[in-house]
């Protein structure tokens, strides 16, 4: 399997504070990959690195091979690698229709309004509200819009920043089914930064858990969900006596300090 994004020891500063702390981690043709981990461990600044809306202090960030660390977001954009950042950040006056337009806008070729429709049939609300305003759509249809929008550059990559924020069991479940059917009909791959650990590893193939800016433990998502630490910290199905893991592993009183 091909690899598609490599990043190797990768730091981010924010002024005086490190953000990220030598995280390496890749992503592989029409894989999907997930990153989990508390608020402030690092997960939102990793995407942005990636990118381009932040750049790393140090580290590489390669991306079919090529070198990206440190450029322009719109020119990482246009490689390929597309982020859908947290909050969706939508354009609100816009209708639903010229939302998903905006997503093409560096394209030039004939095939956007046959996309369009392609959009519609993942995104069936999206199609019935489409000449709607797209600030009065619900949290779960803007992040729907939002993924349509990224979708439309057809990316090879695409970057989720937490897609479940703010929304229903119901719609969350929804948004990953269609993160699935999307890689599974078009063989984009997707890096997808989440809170939600159950569907998250439910969904992805593979994990990192990212803490206190650090990769504390990676694996594929079947033996990530079966490590008693992650089960008891991210799952709630494991022993509250849990003694501190190996060197290496989530540390529970860290976590639980974080998480909570």
Same mark, same amino acid.
């Given at each position: 399997m091909s690899t598609l994004l490599s990043v190797r020891n990768l730091e981010t500063w924010y002024g005086p504070v490190r953000a990220l702390h030598g995280v390496s981690l890749e992503v592989h043709a029409a894989q999907i990959v997930t990153v989990l981990g508390a608020n402030g461990a690092g997960k939102t600044t990793l995407l942005n690195t990636i990118a381009g809306v932040l750049a790393p202090s140090n580290g590489t960030v390669e991306y079919e091979g090529r070198p990206i660390g440190g450029m322009d977001a719109d020119e990482v954009s246009r490689s390929g690698l597309v982020l859908v950042p947290e909050g969706r950040q939508i354009f609100p006056f816009l209708t639903v229709a010229e939302n998903l337009r905006m997503g093409a806008f560096a394209r030039r070729d004939a095939q956007v309004a046959q996309d369009i429709e392609q959009i519609y049939d993942w995104f069936p609300r999206l199609k019935e509200r489409h000449r709607q305003q797209a600030g009065l759509l619900s949290g779960g249809e803007q992040q729907m819009a939002a993924i349509g929008r990224a979708l439309m550059a057809r990316p090879k990559l695409l970057l989720l920043d937490e897609p479940s924020l703010g929304l229903s069991p119901l719609f969350t479940k929804d948004? %990953? $089914? =269609?993160?699935?059917?999307?890689?599974? !009909?078009?063989?984009?791959?997707?890096?997808?930064?989440? !809170?939600?650990? $159950? =569907?998250? &590893? $439910?969904? $992805?193939?593979? /994990? %990192?858990?990212?803490?206190? /800016?650090?990769?504390?433990?990676? /694996?594929?998502?079947?033996? &990530?969900?079966?490590?008693?630490? =992650?089960?008891? %910290?991210? &799952? /709630?199905?494991?022993?509250?006596?849990l003694p501190q893991v190996a060197a290496g592993g989530i540390r529970p009183s860290r976590r639980r300090s974080s998480w909570h």
């Open positions: 948004i %990953f $089914a =269609i993160i699935k059917r999307i890689r599974e !009909q078009t063989k984009t791959a997707v890096l997808v930064v989440e !809170q939600n650990a $159950a =569907i998250a &590893l $439910a969904t $992805a193939d593979h /994990g %990192f858990v990212i803490e206190l /800016g650090r990769v504390a433990a990676a /694996g594929s998502c079947e033996a &990530l969900s079966q490590r008693e630490d =992650i089960r008891e %910290f991210y &799952l /709630g199905g494991a022993s509250h006596h």
